[in-house]
């Protein structure tokens, strides 16, 4: 290696260890150790469960999403632990995994699986972990018409510890339309003995185009169960009607403009300039006769 | 790895939503049709596939590299997100001026001090008549008078009821700034230092990175929405006073409440500011009745800056603030 | 028919003015060019470091610029009317002062859209006012009509001077360098006064006449209609249209008298403009007076009347922070002219170029009371902190550009008188029609 290239690459280290230094002391983060909290939300969906986990370090400053985090999700019973899988986590530090099914995921005494999050730590990151324990049941719904009047129908089930299928009883359960952003409130109802709730459909409710409206049936941050929803569709909502038809219209805001003020100026402006030539054509012609003048002289 | 600053009152009200039993904000989309317009093409795919989860609790894959950023190009931000028409209803009764809103926009759109999209302004119709806060964005007008007299058509309307500005298009000459009755137009006087922070390419739908010598204003944060989040000012009011929605499907939302629009219109007799100039505003007020906040609470952590601005307001001329 | 002899008569006079530059016109010239300097050095500050320099902010987004620019435009449009209309009715006593209005037509009018250029924040992207425009927009509208001027008022200009270059080509005693008499030659294109050459010439100057007319009253409706068509208070008025056009040919009637004024003084011109042709201006000057009085009263009438909440804001701003240049410019300047020219004792030349300069200065602020309040009061109060963004009050940056438009004006004035005689030479030596109509009867009655 010839000297020059020995000297270069002395800098170069130098360099990046002045960057290193620098770096250190310009972020007061990197001093000390940094304690993550983590948050697990869970939510059963038509026999799919999703399992967000919120990974932040709180400070006095506010809260700080942990971006890039590595989350490794599993579930556990009374003897066995299994891994579910991992999610990185996004911009705002939410980590979504998807699990196929409750079945086939270990249990407790009572049914209930644990899950839980757990942030195995990196760096100055420490480890951090959370569970939630739920039930596994499902929420079906349906739709009936008596008389004038259309109802939503909920039933909500669960599987007791011999396998059979019984009602989930007394627990409120929500029933929304979703909407854009979020969830649209529509009612909410008692399920009774027989894991059954009524809501009457509101009416006047904006489906997809073709009037498609889904419903969705919600128990919510419940003890057993945590989130729990069942979702269906049917044709009972308003076609949706979009705001403007395709074809441009011809409006003062619009690009294109309207006809009469196209009129208007080709009118005027083919006047003024028709009148413009002429005089040009005059001036034409003045010089066309002095040639002919000086012709005729000569 | 990296640390995130995300806003405090965005985390509370975050916590807020899991208490609801709403799935977690971030990454939700709303819908396949909204998704399929976001994911821009002129972004290159990356292969790596992300997951996007919907408010109907439904999983969706995206490539990475197209939800990272959402940010469409300037020809395709002339076409409105397909089959929306966008609508902000603003509850006076709730609005305590704690400028969240002006604030959070001015750091979404990295924007300098005194470029405001959103303005909080202390008004008062008449002597006795009873002064309130009036958070006023855009209001996407329907008959936009701005959009009208621009000479080179650099602000345009679009299908989902959205105005927006082309700063590569704008020559400057701030006709539209007069023609806009309600003072939302905003100049950039100069190469404000705030403009070079945003390093991702422009796009009329984010209106930044801006640009000296052009008009810019409130947009309705259509990049956001296309990612199924909403506006800045709606995100980060502690109080939930912004409402964003679809008109056509009849729903707002301040991410904490949902709220059918027409029922809220009906029952708290929403309006239209200046509804005798005709240009139908798509922002709607409720009245500021029933408040939560007596107006002084207004004052409460104010920059000296900003509370000298409503020391010539007859509210202010009494109160000697 | 010109008369020949009276001709070589008035070019001999005129000569000098062509022939020779003073010492004190060379050191006019160079002041005038220090002045544009100024106003360059000025635009280049502008352009480096943005429009944070100008006065201009968020809530007041025109202001000096606009008004110049609507300043220039209207003595643009008076210089085109008053020369069409005097063409046109054959008036005896416009001969030495038509050539005057068509100076000031153009030259006003290559100065003007100068202002509403430094209004623009991009001018780099100037040109995409002809790749995008869209012809919803009064801009558009402005920058068809002012280009559609500008050739108009090139065109009526040259018809009106070609008989003059002619002139000045055949004078042998004119002692000039040869590549000036080269000019004179290519541009008189052979024009000998042939009777079918004449007879076209006349016909193509009075179309032209009637052409500049009628564009510089929409041009400058137009340009009114920019404000117009907004629904800011105070701007959105039906009368806007000819109350600008009004207001227009008054100012520019003052600036030609000054113009005669200051020719009459520097090129000794007392033998053909005289007491006679101030007081047929004066009278014209009165008569646009009472208009734009009566406009200006129609407009803030009914504005005070109904006092609607934004108007009475306005209104009561007029009255307080701008009473001065409110009571000046409406009042004293309307006032002025009317007293002057209307007592017969006061009918001096002294005198009514004195009020032409008080009718100018009443104008600008005129102009600027349109403007700038308005601004100042839009309909959602201006809540800020920020003494210059709530209050407009011009740089030196466009003070030192509004005295370069100024120097640049009197610069090309100048240049101008330099090239082809301030009066026409031809239409002078010609014999006096013996009948003059009858509406000029009672005109000349008056003088």
Known sequence: MRTENKIKVILFFLLCSCNLVASTQNKKDSVTDITPSITL?????????????????????????????????????????????????????????????????????????????????????????????????????????????????????????????????KQKAIVYVPRLFNLLKIGETELDETGTGKVEYPGKLVGDSLGNITVIARIEENDLFGNLQGRSSISWGIPKQYYLAEKPTRELWTPIAPIWMIITLVIMLTGVWAHYIYAVVQLVKIKQLSKKNQNNQL | MSVEDTNDNKKNSRRQFLKNGLIAGAGVVAGGSLLASYVDKSVPASGEKVKVLTTEGELVEVDKAQIHSPRVSIKESHNGIPGRKFVMVIDLAKCKN??????????????????????????????????????????????????????????????????????????????????????????????????????????????????EGTVAKCDFCPDLVRIGKLPYCAQNCPMGVIYFGDIDEDTVTNGSETLRFSELIRDRSGYRYLEVLGTRPSVYYLPPVERQFPVERGFNDLEESVKNRFKTTPYGKTHKL | MENKDTKEKLLREFAPQLEKTSSATLIWIL??????????????TQVTQGHIVTGMRDNVVWGIYIVNFIFFMGMSYAGAIVS????????????????????????????????????????????????????????????????????????????SILRDIASL??????????????????????????????????????????MVIAIAIIVYSVLAWIFSVTLQPGWHSTIFGPYFVIAAVYSGTAVLIIAMWVFRKVYHLELHITRKHFVAMGVVMVVLAALFGYFTFSDYLTKWYGSEKNDESLIKILFTEYYWPFIFSNYIGVLIPLLVVGIPKLRTITNISLSAIVVIVALWFNRYLIV??????????????????????????????????????????TLASKFVPVMNVSEMSETPKTESPQIFKAEESLL
């Open chain 3, 84 to 159: 069409g209309t005097l063409h046109l009715f054959r008036t005896e006593w416009r001969k030495p002062i038509i050539r005057m209005a068509e100076y000031l037509a153009i030259i006003s009018l290559l100065i003007g859209p100068g202002y509403i250029l430094l209004c623009i924040g991009r001018l780099d992207r100037l040109y995409y006012l002809a790749l995008f425009g869209r012809i919803q927009s009064p801009i558009t509208w402005d920058v068809i009509a002012i280009s559609t001027d500008i050739f108009g008022c090139l065109i009526f200009l040259y018809l």
């Open chain 3, 169 to 210: 080509r055949d004078f042998s005693e004119l002692k000039i360098p040869a590549w000036r008499k080269k000019i004179y030659s290519v541009l008189a294109l052979g024009y000998t006064g042939t009777p079918e050459q004449e007879q076209r010439l006349r016909r193509a100057t009075d179309i032209m006449a009637t």
């Open chain 3, 372 to 413: 700038i309040p308005t601004l100042e009061s839009p309909y959602l109060p201006i809540q800020d902190s920020r003494p210059e963004w709530a209050n407009y009050s011009g740089t030196w940056v466009e003070f030192a550009l509004m005295a370069a438009g100024v120097a640049l004006f009197c610069l090309l004035y």
């Open chain 2, 98 to 211: 704690a400028r969240k809103c002006v604030e959070s926009c001015q750091k979404g759109h990295h924007l300098p001090k005194s470029q405001e999209f959103m303005k909080v302004y202390l008004l008062q119709d008449s002597e006795k008549s009873a002064p309130y806060w009036f958070p006023k964005p855009c209001f996407h007008c329907d008959n936009p008078l701005c959009v009208s007299v621009c000479p080179v058509g650099a602000t345009f309307k679009r299908s989902d009821g959205i105005v927006l500005i082309d700063n590569e298009r704008c020559i400057g000459c701030k006709f539209c700034m007069t023609g806009c009755p309600y003072s939302t137009r905003v100049f950039a006087w100069k190469d404000y230092p705030e403009f070079a922070e945003d390093k991702e390419p422009y796009s009329p739908e984010a209106s930044s990175p801006g640009k």
């Open chain 1, 41 to 169: 939300s869970y939510l059963s969906s038509n026999d799919t469960i999703i399992l967000t986990a919120n990974i932040f370090d709180r400070k006095e400053q506010g809260t700080f999403a942990i971006k890039n985090a590595v989350i490794d999700f599993s579930a556990s019973g009374d003897k066995e632990t299994k891994f579910l899988g991992q999610a990185i986590a996004d911009d705002e530090g939410n980590a979504i995994l998807k699990v196929g099914s409750a079945n086939g995921l270990p249990k407790d005494k009572d049914g209930k699986t644990t899950y839980s999050a757990k942030f195995a730590g990196k760096g100055k990151f420490m480890p951090a972990a959370e569970s939630f324990s739920a039930k596994a049941g499902r929420i079906i719904v349906n739709f009936s018409k008596q008389d004038s009047l259309s109802f939503i129908i909920v039933t909500a089930t669960q599987i007791d510890s011999k396998g059979t299928i019984i009602p989930i009883q």
């Open chain 3, 31 to 44: 002041f005038l060019l220090g002045v544009i300097g100024w106003g360059v050095y000025a635009f280049i």
